[in-house]
């Protein structure tokens, strides 16, 4: 006796029915199953891409981190550098001067050696 699930419908259908009820699952679950086997791919390079930029990003805090350090090294040794500037500058303007003074001097001198010279060249 067959088992009569749908009393109206021609005989055959019922188990027409089932098949193709068990293909469309089978094709649901296999495109379920493509689906998420494209979705764990793509997750999975989504994941990658993730990570190689982070390591791209700290490499490129850590060159920044390099460049400010070494910015500011060489703020530091400018302003050091332009405070030796500063000092030799007034130091070599302080010699300037005195060689200047030293030059009258000399010239005073060279004057009075002259007058001494006369002196003696007249009381000869």
């Not at 997750?43 to 920044?64: F, G």
Request: avoid cysteine.
């Amino acid at each position: 006796m067959p088992l009569d699930l749908l009393p109206n419908a021609p005989e055959g259908t019922g188990v027409t029915g089932i098949v193709a009820a068990i293909i469309g699952i089978v094709l649901w679950l296999r495109r379920r199953v493509s689906r998420d086997g494209l979705e764990m791919s793509k997750d999975s390079a989504e994941t990658t891409l993730i990570l190689t930029l982070q390591a791209e990003r700290d490499k490129a805090m850590d060159a920044a981190e390099r460049a400010w350090s070494t910015r500011t090294e060489d703020a530091k040794l400018i302003g050091k550098l332009s405070s030796e500037v500063e000092s030799l500058t007034r130091i070599n303007m302080e010699m300037r001067e005195q060689m200047r003074e030293m030059k009258m001097e000399l010239h005073a001198m060279h004057q009075q050696i002259n007058e001494l010279h006369r002196t003696l060249q007249g009381n000869q």
